[in-house]
């Protein structure tokens, strides 16, 4: 079956700066690579995704891409703040199924 | 729209007991899928449903099952609970009716601790 690595498993930066991070998926049968955001006790929250047809994708702050030769996407923030601080899932799915594949997830630590 | 609801929040069962945990996804989406998250394996599909019909399935015994009604609302089953079964219970909601769009939005969760 699918499986999706994640990398790093925690991530700090300053607020301002850039966070980075990077999942690689096995089945090249995937299509659909959201990213979710969980805040401590609440629910993941979809932030962003992208389709097997599109390399890149940006909404404000949030970008993300993906390189279906190497298997690999990428969630990119930019400007960081403290309220990006959570833990961070990438996830894929295989065409024509809804069932997701998570990513071990990063806990990413905003420091003011 | 109101988000997907899911009951109860809490739960606290002992080893050997069945317990049954209830999604009512966002109105209007037709396909709700399961999820288990623990702290040692992460987020983990159970099982997806679509016109109360089951259409995907991940690794889990038996022991675990559901349903979807007519209405779209669903619910898990766990039986013969076990030690490890302590974890979220995750549902998410999705409106693709043709796999077209895949987003997925997750509920609040219900805590299943069993001792």
Redesign the interface.
């Known amino acids: 079956?699918e499986n999706v690595e994640q990398h790093p498993s925690t991530l700090s930066v300053q607020e301002g700066d850039s966070a980075v991070i990077k999942c690689t998926y096995s089945d090249s049968a995937s299509n659909?690579f959201?990213w979710?955001k969980q805040e401590l006790g609440?629910?993941?929250?979809?932030i962003i995704?992208i389709r097997s047809n599109v390399g890149e994708k940006k909404d404000q702050r949030i970008a993300v891409t993906l390189n279906k030769t190497a298997k690999h996407f990428s969630l990119h923030i930019t400007e960081t703040q403290p309220e990006d601080s959570a833990v961070y899932?990438c996830?894929a799915?295989l065409?024509?199924?809804?069932?997701?594949?998570?990513?071990?997830?990063t806990r990413l630590q905003v420091q003011p | 729209k109101a988000g997907v609801t899911q009951t109860p929040r809490y739960l606290i069962k002992t080893r050997g007991q069945q317990v049954t945990l209830s999604c009512s996804p966002i109105s209007g989406h037709r396909s709700v899928s399961w999820y288990q998250q623990t702290p040692g394996q992460g987020l983990q599909f159970l099982f997806e449903y679509f016109s109360e019909t089951q259409r995907n399935k991940g690794n889990f015994p038996g022991r675990f099952s559901g349903r979807q009604f007519s209405n779209s609302r669903s619910e898990m089953n766990v039986s013969t609970l076990e030690l490890g079964d302590s974890a979220l219970y995750l549902c998410a909601s999705s409106f693709s009716i043709d796999f077209s769009y895949n987003e997925q939005f997750f509920g609040p969760g219900t805590r299943l601790t069993v001792l």
């Not at chain 1, 024509?96 to 990513?103: D, E, K, P």
């Open positions: 079956g659909y959201p979710y609440k629910r993941p929250q979809l995704d899932f996830a799915s065409a024509g199924r809804r069932a997701l594949t998570f990513g071990s997830g």
